[in-house]
């Protein structure tokens, strides 16, 4: 499924293998899941991927080589020799490539990746269970991370990241008061089942003061009504890589050392971190499958926030 354009549909067509350079390995793809950055690369949020392009970092295949299973993230490359890369922020590399955005990802049959950037997946999940783990759940186990030892935790957006995040936080011993879209009765319920002790919408207050907030959706001014209901000391964290502007506030929300900080990116031992974690605990995830055909479909009800969980790309 290729994007030849930001804002228009992704198009089906026949394209060749491709072919793996050194050190990258040829994948035979099963399932990727889709993640709110590939909406925003079509929706022209994000500038300049490269152009024909294929989506997709939640990828999980069969490296055609060895036969094993393997999962490819969104950070693609890394130069290794950057200031942030000798300081262990690979994360922050001026020159890194991603997996569906600067590289050619997996809304397709089969793709290539650099061997060095893949992870061995836990064996007792399924394809499709796995793919939501590959973003959704490392990127967002990095957010969970900058909460430090907070012990109520808001979650503002309930998707993707949220249901498997409420799962390891519930696990930790914290408290996850998770906020929806005003009178999302469906979304609420979603999160109590997944391990939310109190749900509501964005618009009410907690019960409690929170020791950290983690905004999952895309929506600025959330980060001032996080700010509100934050207990002293507290940090609020921007887990997505787009947000609509953040409108200005007035100093004492932030005052009393509460902090504002957002989340960029990967590094492999957070990978390496986070699947660790996903083989002691049994992590489920609702999925909305979807055929490699209907990616335009996905896509559309991610925008419309229809989907209840993850969509994944069932391709084989
Ligand atoms: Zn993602
Ligand atoms: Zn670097």
């Known amino acids: ?176 008061y998770a906020f929806t879209r005003d009178g999302d009765k469906t979304g609420q319920e979603f999160a109590r089942k997944m391990g939310a002790i109190w749900a509501g919408g964005s618009g009410g207050a907690p019960p409690e003061q929170l020791d950290a907030a983690i905004i999952f959706a895309p929506v600025g001014p959330l980060v001032v009504t996080a700010l509100q209901h934050l207990a002293k000391g507290g940090v609020v964290i921007c887990a997505g890589i787009h947000m609509s502007n953040i409108p200005s506030f007035p100093y004492e929300l932030l005052w009393s050392e509460r902090s504002i900080r957002s989340v960029a990116n990967l590094t492999r031992r957070d990978g390496e971190e986070f699947f660790e974690r996903a083989r002691r605990m049994r992590i489920v995830t609702q999925r909305q499958l979807f055929t490699l055909e209907q990616a335009n479909a996905a896509l559309n009800a991610l925008r419309a926030g229809e989907i209840t969980g993850t969509a994944v790309l069932r391709i084989r």
């Open 1 to 176: 499924m290729i994007l030849h354009r930001q804002r228009e549909p992704l198009v089906l067509e026949n394209v060749p293998e491709p072919q793996p350079k050194p050190g990258e390995v040829l994948i035979r793809i099963d399932a990727c899941a889709v993640c709110r950055t590939d909406l925003h690369v079509v929706d022209r949020e994000l500038a300049e991927p490269r152009l024909p392009l294929i989506l997709g970092h939640q990828i999980v295949g069969t490296d055609v080589a060895s036969g094993k299973r393997i999962g490819v993230p969104w950070l693609a490359w890394t130069d290794g020799v950057c200031r942030y890369c000798t300081s262990g922020r690979e994360n922050l590399c001026d020159r890194a490539r991603f997996t569906g955005y600067t590289a050619d990802g997996g809304y397709a049959e089969y793709c290539t990746a650099d061997a060095r950037y893949c992870f061995a997946l836990p064996d007792d999940y399924t394809a499709e269970e796995a793919a939501p783990l590959l973003c959704a759940g490392l990127i967002g186990y990095r957010a969970f991370r900058m909460a430090g030892d907070a012990r109520r935790i808001g979650f503002y957006g309930f998707g993707s990241s949220a249901q498997i995040l409420a799962q390891v936080a519930q696990a930790d011993g914290r408290e996850v």
